[in-house]
T-cell receptor
Framework: QKEVEQNSGPLSVPEGAIASLNCTYSDRGSQSFFWYRQYSGKSPELIMSIYSNGDKEDGRFTAQLNKASQYVSLLIRDSQPSDSATYLCAVGDTGGFKTIFGAGTRLFVKA | NAGVMQNPRHLVRRRGQEARLRCSPMKGHSHVYWYRQLPEEGLKFMVYLQKENIIDESGMPKERFSAEFPKEGPSILRIQQVVRGDSAAYFC???????????????FGNGTRLTVT
């Protein structure tokens, strides 16, 4: 059973701080990695995709991938209260074409 | 530029009735995925379809659930003889044809909230 593991949280950070979200996955052959944000009662929306080892930055967001350690992370700089949401780590399955999601980490940014 | 369209947004069914959930993918997208999300839980993969083909249904319950994506019209997720445990949010997502090694990002619809009474 291929799995994606996340700390369910909640993770609480003060406004302006860096939020660090982590994820591990079991499928060594995975090539595609994604972070989605989901507000309560809403649908997931893509924040970042990453396919190669290293860092990828987009505005206040940085995704980090280490395939050898089977580890993906998301850093949110200058966290804002509007960043409060559940963050879903997702990994492409090499056995087929589906994307497997972790259970999500709830983030609270305190004003 | 319409996104993924799902309907209805909310659906209430009594135990034993049938539920039909519809999904139209984004323009230019040929791959459709259905996911189920129980309260306070992550997204669970159910089925992946292309036009007129079920590619991967490994996440579908063996009984009562079926999905299709006909040549014309939306994808349909059908749940027969619903039970209370089927109450959940059902999300449809679409992606373009693959142009790289690995998966393309998914674009999600607003979901259908199914309540079984």
């Amino acid at each position: 059973q291929k799995e994606v593991e996340q700390n369910s949280g909640p993770l609480s950070v003060p406004e302006g701080a860096i939020a660090s979200l982590n994820c591990t996955y079991s499928d060594r052959g995975s090539q595609s990695f994604f972070w989605y944000r989901q507000y309560s009662g809403k649908s997931p929306e893509l924040i970042m995709s990453i396919y190669s080892n290293g860092d990828k930055e987009d505005g206040r967001f940085t995704a980090q991938l280490n395939k050898a350690s089977q580890y993906v992370s998301l850093l949110i700089r200058d966290s804002q209260p509007s960043d409060s949401a559940t963050y879903l780590c997702a990994v492409g399955d090499t056995g087929g074409f589906k994307t497997i999601f972790g259970a999500g980490t709830r983030l609270f940014v305190k004003a | 530029n319409a996104g993924v369209m799902q309907n209805p947004r909310h659906l209430v069914r009594r135990r034993g009735q049938e539920a039909r959930l519809r999904c139209s993918p984004m323009k230019g997208h040929s791959h459709v995925y259905w996911y189920r999300q129980l309260p306070e839980e992550g997204l669970k993969f159910m089925v992946y379809l292309q036009k007129e083909n079920i590619i991967d249904e490994s996440g579908m319950p063996k009984e009562r659930f079926s999905a299709e994506f006909p040549k014309e019209g939306p994808s349909i997720l059908r749940i027969q003889q619903v039970v209370r445990g089927d109450s959940a949010a059902y999300f449809c997502a679409s992606s373009p044809p693959y142009d790289r090694v690995g998966n393309s990002p998914l674009h999600f619809g607003n979901g259908t909230r199914l309540t079984v009474t």
